[in-house]
C-alpha cells in the first residue's frame, strides 16, 4: 500500500514528523516497506542565476555561462538551449550526487574549457521526465535551497511517498482514512472529519441493474446511477500527482476518480459508459464458462464456469469486482456515465481472480474485505466528485440486492489485557483506544465498526488495544506457577521416546534424515501402500502421489542417491509417520535404521565385513532398551514380504504385539529402489511398547549374589526347521530361579548328523541364590534341562 505524506494529512491532523509518523506506522502493526523522500536526494542543491552566456569557442550547441552562486560568480560550460542570461537555475556543485545521471561532479573541462559544476534538468533531478532544457525558475533568492524554494511553490514534488505492508486481515488498512485513524487512535494527531455527500437523483436511471438468483451468494449488493452531460478529459493536477506518487498512470477524470476512492478510502467503484450499455441493462450472473471479453489491460480473458460477470443485453461487459471491459470503457467521448459500487463475496473473488490470472486493485481490496456500510455513501461521494470535476446531473439510485448486516458487538474485559498480553492498561484507556479506532461502546460490549471484519471475539479487542498502546512497552515476566515446586513435564511419553530413539540412533553411528511424507505409487506398493485411500488429491508432482506406508522407501531413495554419487558405505536412520489410510488417525511413528555396505573402511587387519543381520538386531534391541522395552522378548519370522524371508525377524511380547523387525531387505526390492546391496534395515514401532506400570524416579536395589556360578554346555541334535529360540526358551524354562542366561554358541549341519538336521550348542548360566550348589544338585538341574528340550524341540543330547 502507498500513500503520500500530504494524502495522509488530508485525512490526519497532526505536526507529527516524517520519521515520527514511519516509527509509528510500524509500532501499530503497518510495517513501513521504504520510503522515497524526494528531499533527501535533492537537500544539496541551491538556486543561481546566469549573469553572462557566449557560445563556445570549439562547439555549436555548447555555451560558456557565467552563473551568479552563493560562492561567488562561476563558469559553467551547458548544452541546454535555453541557456541565456537573467534566468534563475537550479546549481549542482562539484561534490554533489546527480541522481538522474548517477554521477558525482568534479570540476572538469568540456571541449578545452573549464566548467565548475551543472545546470540542472528535471529528469537529472528526477522531477520529471522533461530533459529539453534546464530548470528556468520564475523566482528565487540565489543560494537559496532548491528544496525549500519546491516546498514553498511546488509541494507535490517533495511530497514523501510511503510503503507499507498489509496483512491480510486488516483490510481497512487498504485506504489512507483507515491509516489515518490508526495513527490518531495512537495519539499522532487528530482524524479530520469526512463530508458526506447527500446527492438526489434529478430524473429516473434509465440503466436497470439485476442480480441473478444463482449469483445472489457471490454479490450481495450492486448500486449505481446515472450522471448525464458529463464533460472527461484529463483530471485536475492535484488528482494526477496523488495517482502518480502511488505509482497509477492518469488516464481521465472518470476513471482516475475511481482509482482515487480505491486508495483513499479502500472502495473500488466502476464507471460504464452508459451510451455503449445494450438494452440499458445490467445483471448480475455466474459464467456458463467460455465467455470472452477484452478488459481494460487490453487482454481477452475466456471467463471459466462460476466466475461473476456483468452483462448487458449483448454480452459480458465486465469482470464482477475485478476488472472491467474495454468496449464500455469511458473515454473522452463519454457524455453519461454509470457509477457502480457492489460489494461481493470475498471468497468468489478471489476464486475468480486465481482461476482468470488478474491481479488489480479491485480484486486485492474486494478479495480481503471493503466496508459494506459506506457502499452507499461512496457512491454518493463519487457522484459528487464526478460533478465537481466533469459536470453532468444525477439520476435516481438504481439497487439489487441489500447491505449485508455485519454488525456484532463483543465484551471488553478490561482484566483480560493483562492475562492475554501481559501489560497492565487501565480500564479507561482501553475503552478510549476501541472509540478511537471507531467501536461504539454500549456499557461493556464493543460494537464493531463495519470496517473490520478481522475483529470475530473478545481476544480480538484485547489484541486492538495492546497494539495501539504498542507491545514494545511489554515487559518480560516469568509464568506465574500454580502451584510450588518442580513443575509436571511437557512432553507426552511417546514424545520422549521419539527423542530418546533419535538420540541412540546417532550415537550408533547413524546419520539422520528427513524425507517427504509422500512417494511415488511404485514404491509405495513395494511397502504395503500405494491404494486410494492414501492417495493426495493434489499432489505437487508424479513421484510424491501417495502418502508413506513405511519410512524404508525413503531411505532406500536416499541411499540409492548417495550410491549414485559414489557413497557405498551408510548408515541412515529416520523418526516419523507412516500412513495405513487416509483418515484421521490411521498413521503410525516409526523409527527406522538402514545399513549398507560394509561396517567401515578397507583395513590391513581385515576388521571391515559386510553389514549382516546381526549387525540391525543389535541396533534395534539397544534402540528399543532405551526407550523402555522389555529385556524379556521373542524373536519371530513371518514378517512383511519386503523383507528376506529367511534372514529376517520380528521382536515381539507374543506372537500378535511386535515392537520392530529387522533384517536384510529383500534382494528384489533392491532391485527396484536401485540400492545396490547387502543393506540390512530395522523397524521399530515405540507406541507398541508398553508403558511402565509405575514409574520411580530412582532404581531398585541392585540384587548381586556373592556365591560362585556355574555354566554348563550342552549340544542337542534337533530336525533343521526348529528355531534356536525354541530351544533356548525350553532350557531356561527348566528353573527361571537358578537359571540366569541361555545363549547358542555354536550351530553344526550336515555332515555325521544326516540330512535335515543340525546341532544346536548352548551354554547354561546357573547362579545360586542361597547356598553353593553341590554337584548333585548341578547334575539334577542338567538332567531337567535336557527333559525340556526334548520334549519341547524332539531333540535328544548329542554324544
Not at 499522532?188 to 437523483?201: F, N, Q
Not at 481521465?252 to 473500488?268: E, G, H, Q
Not at 474495454?326 to 481472480?353: L, R
Not at 538336521?757 to 542338567?782: C, F, G, N, Q
Request: glycine share 10%; net charge negative; proline share 6%.
Amino acid at each position: 500500500m502507498k500513500f503520500t505524506l500530504s494524502w495522509l494529512k488530508d485525512h490526519l491532523d497532526t505536526t507529527a514528523t516524517l520519521d515520527e509518523i514511519l516509527d509509528t506506522l510500524t509500532d501499530i502493526g503497518l510495517e513501513v516497506e521504504g520510503v522515497e523522500n524526494p528531499a533527501s536526494k535533492l537537500s544539496t542543491f541551491t538556486l543561481a542565476k546566469v549573469k553572462h552566456a557566449e557560445q563556445h569557442p570549439d562547439a555549436d550547441r555548447l555555451r560558456v555561462c557565467t552563473v551568479e552562486t552563493d560562492e561567488g560568480d562561476k563558469q559553467i560550460v551547458c548544452g541546454a538551449p535555453n541557456a541565456r542570461a537573467g534566468i534563475t537555475v537550479v546549481l549542482c556543485k562539484p561534490g554533489d550526487y546527480v541522481p538522474g545521471i548517477d554521477v558525482t561532479l568534479s570540476i572538469g573541462k568540456i571541449r578545452g574549457v573549464e566548467s565548475h559544476g551543472m545546470m540542472a534538468s528535471e529528469r537529472e533531478l528526477e522531477l520529471s521526465d522533461e530533459h529539453d532544457g534546464i530548470i528556468e525558475l520564475p523566482s528565487g533568492e540565489v543560494g537559496e535551497k532548491f528544496i525549500d524554494w519546491l516546498a514553498a511553490n511546488k509541494p507535490e514534488k517533495v511530497d514523501p511517498v510511503i510503503e507499507i505492508a498489509i496483512t491480510p486481515n486488516r483490510p481497512d488498512a487498504l485506504g489512507v482514512r483507515g491509516i489515518a485513524r490508526d495513527l490518531a487512535a495512537r495519539g499522532l494527531g487528530t482524524l479530520k472529519p469526512v463530508d458526506k455527500a447527500k446527492i438526489d437523483g434529478t430524473f429516473p436511471c434509465p440503466v436497470s441493474v439485476t442480480i441473478d438468483a444463482d449469483a445472489a451468494d457471490g454479490c450481495y449488493l450492486f448500486a449505481g446511477r446515472l450522471v448525464k452531460g458529463v464533460k472527461n478529459g484529463p483530471s485536475p493536477q492535484w488528482l494526477q500527482d496523488k495517482l502518480k506518487a502511488v505509482g497509477l498512470r492518469p488516464i481521465s477524470a472518470l476513471v482516475d476518480i475511481t482509482n482515487f476512492f480505491t486508495y483513499d478510502r479502500n472502495r473500488p467503484l466502476h464507471v460504464f459508459d452508459a451510451a455503449k450499455v445494450a438494452g440499458n441493462a445490467l445483471t448480475i450472473a455466474k459464467a456458463k464458462g467460455g465467455e470472452e471479453l477484452l478488459a481494460l489491460d487490453e487482454k481477452t480473458y475466456t471467463i471459466p464456469a462460476g466466475v461473476l460477470i456483468i452483462s448487458d443485453t449483448k454480452g459480458v461487459e465486465s469482470i464482477g469486482g475485478i476488472m472491467g471491459g474495454e468496449e464500455t470503457g469511458c473515454t473522452e467521448e463519454t457524455t453519461d456515465v454509470f457509477i457502480e459500487a457492489a460489494f461481493w463475496d470475498f471468497v468468489q473473488i478471489a476464486h475468480g481472480g486465481r482461476a482468470l490470472r488478474i491481479n488489480s486493485d479491485a480484486r486485492y481490496r474486494n478479495e480481503r474485505g471493503i466496508d459494506p456500510a459506506y457502499n452507499m455513501q461512496a457512491l454518493d461521494d463519487a457522484t459528487r466528485m464526478v460533478m465537481d470535476l466533469c459536470g453532468g446531473e444525477p439520476s435516481d439510485v438504481v439497487v439489487a440486492g441489500a447491505v449485508p448486516d455485519v454488525s456484532r458487538a463483543y465484551r471488553l474485559d478490561t482484566a483480560r489485557c493483562s492475562s492475554l498480553v501481559g501489560m497492565d492498561i487501565p480500564a479507561a484507556d482501553q475503552r478510549a483506544t476501541l472509540e478511537r479506532l471507531g467501536f461504539v461502546m454500549e456499557g461493556d460490549m464493543a460494537h464493531v465498526p463495519s470496517w473490520r471484519p478481522d475483529v470475530l471475539g473478545e481476544a480480538d479487542l484485547v489484541e486492538e488495544v495492546a497494539r495501539i498502546a504498542s507491545l514494545t512497552k511489554l515487559e518480560p515476566k516469568p509464568l506465574a506457577r500454580t502451584q510450588p515446586g518442580v513443575p509436571k513435564p511437557i512432553l507426552t511419553p511417546i514424545q520422549r521416546r521419539e527423542q530418546v530413539a533419535r538420540r541412540t540412533a546417532a550415537a550408533l553411528g547413524y546419520n539422520e534424515c528427513v524425507t517427504y511424507s509422500f512417494i511415488d505409487q511404485k514404491s509405495a506398493t513395494l511397502f504395503g501402500g500405494g491404494t486410494e485411500a492414501t492417495m493426495l488429491a493434489n499432489p505437487i508432482s508424479s513421484d510424491m502421489s501417495h502418502m508413506r506406508p513405511d519410512l524404508l522407501p525413503g531411505l532406500l531413495q536416499a541411499a540409492a542417491r548417495n550410491q549414485a554419487r559414489g557413497m557405498g558405505d551408510l548408515a541412515l536412520f529416520e523418526v516419523g509417520a507412516a500412513w495405513h489410510g487416509g483418515e484421521p488417525g490411521e498413521q503410525r511413528l516409526f523409527v527406522a535404521g538402514l545399513l549398507v555396505g560394509r561396517t567401515g573402511p578397507k583395513d590391513v587387519h581385515g576388521a571391515a565385513r559386510a553389514v549382516d543381520v546381526y549387525d540391525v538386531k543389535a541396533d534395534a534391541e539397544a534402540i528399543l532398551s532405551a526407550i523402555g522395552a522389555p529385556a524379556k522378548v521373542q524373536i519371530l519370522r513371518n514378517g512383511p514380504a519386503w523383507w528376506h524371508p529367511g534372514r529376517h525377524g520380528q521382536i515381539c511380547l507374543g506372537p500378535k504385539k511386535v515392537l520392530a523387525t529387522f533384517g536384510e531387505v529383500h534382494p528384489k526390492i533392491l532391485r527396484e529402489m536401485d540400492v545396490k546391496g547387502p543393506a540390512v534395515a530395522f523397524t521399530i514401532w515405540p507406541e507398541e511398547i508398553p508403558q511402565p506400570r509405575a514409574t520411580s524416579a530412582s532404581r531398585g536395589a541392585l540384587a548381586i549374589s556373592d556365591l560362585q556360578a556355574v555354566e554348563r554346555d550342552f549340544a542337542f541334535v534337533v530336525d533343521a526347521q526348529v528355531a534356536a529360540l525354541d530351544l533356548v526358551n525350553a532350557a531356561a524354562g527348566a528353573d527361571k530361579a537358578l537359571i540366569a542366561d541361555v545363549r547358542v554358541f555354536d550351530e553344526f549341519v550336515g555332515g555325521s548328523l544326516g540330512e535335515g538336521k543340525k546341532s544346536l550348542a548352548i551354554t547354561v548360566r546357573i547362579e545360586p541364590k542361597d547356598a553353593t550348589l553341590k554337584e548333585a544338585e548341578i547334575e539334577a538341574l542338567s538332567a531337567k534341562i535336557v527333559e525340556k528340550v526334548q520334549k519341547a524341540t524332539g531333540g535328544t543330547l548329542r554324544g
